[in-house]
């Protein structure tokens, strides 16, 4: 049985709303911790140019988006120093780091 460590911060929390905002602080393959502080879709992308994407449309995926509501906290993994950009202003605080 292996041990796993409780997330550790590894930069700044970000607080991202409707314009793309670069994370960094994670490694290659960046843990980021996300509190949705309203209910939002939060979108990501490995460029700036990333745009929010509002709720899916039956036959029309939203790709690299996930819908949360107010209070939520959920780790995910993905590529360090992503974007990230909200449907909703001031709506999520990000925090780059590893463990669960």
């Known amino acids: 049985m292996s041990l796993v460590a409780a997330f550790?911060?590894?930069g700044p929390t970000v607080l991202v709303g409707v314009t793309a905002?670069?994370?960094s602080g994670a490694s290659a393959a960046g843990s980021f911790r996300v509190r949705c502080l309203v209910t939002a879709y939060l979108t990501w992308g490995?460029?700036?140019?990333?745009t929010a994407a509002g709720a899916p449309v039956a036959g029309t995926p939203s790709p690299a988006t996930v819908g949360m509501t107010a209070g939520n906290v959920?780790?995910?993994t993905l590529p360090g120093n992503s974007y990230f950009i909200s449907s909703v202003a001031a709506?999520?605080?990000i925090?780059?780091?590893e463990g669960i």
Do not use: A, N
């Not at 490995?46 to 990333?50: F, K, L």
């Open 46 to 50: 490995t460029q700036s140019t990333v």
């Open 8 to 10: 550790q911060p590894l």
């Open 91 to 93: 709506s999520f605080e």
């Open 74 to 76: 959920e780790k995910i």
């Open 95 to 97: 925090t780059p780091g």
């Open 21 to 23: 905002l670069q994370v």
